[in-house]
Nanobody, 118 residues
């Protein structure tokens, strides 16, 4: 059973960079056939898919967030990370990491609330 756990600051100031990490247990992030995603849900809105890193390290981002988003990984720690730059209050959301198989998120972390405020 793969488990994912998000971690990072719950409060970020506007214009700064939001950084989150997802620790994975019960499976390797280099396992062929799986990719690792970041998704968020702003208050009162639906889920927004942000981007993904594949088993080989290739990344793909949502076009609407591409200019501000970076996803990386640390295979020695079996974790992957999200950086979102130049944040505004509109980036306030619950952020989730997930394991992706065949273009579908199949395992999810519990989510972490991030608030953008001065």
């Amino acid at each position: 059973q793969v488990q994912l756990q998000e971690s990072g600051p719950g409060l970020v100031k506007p214009s700064q960079t939001l950084s989150l990490t997802c620790a994975v247990s019960g499976g390797s992030i280099t396992t062929s056939g799986y990719a690792w995603s970041w998704i968020r849900q702003p208050p009162g809105k639906g889920l927004e898919w942000m981007g993904v890193i594949g088993d080989g390290g290739t990344t793909y981002y949502s076009p609407s967030l591409k200019s501000r988003t970076s996803i990386s990984r640390d295979t020695s720690k079996n974790q992957f990370s999200l950086q979102l730059s130049s944040v505004t209050p509109e980036d306030t959301a619950v952020y989730y990491c997930a394991r992706r198989s065949w273009s579908t998120e199949v395992d999810w972390g519990q989510g972490t609330q991030v608030t953008i405020s001065s």
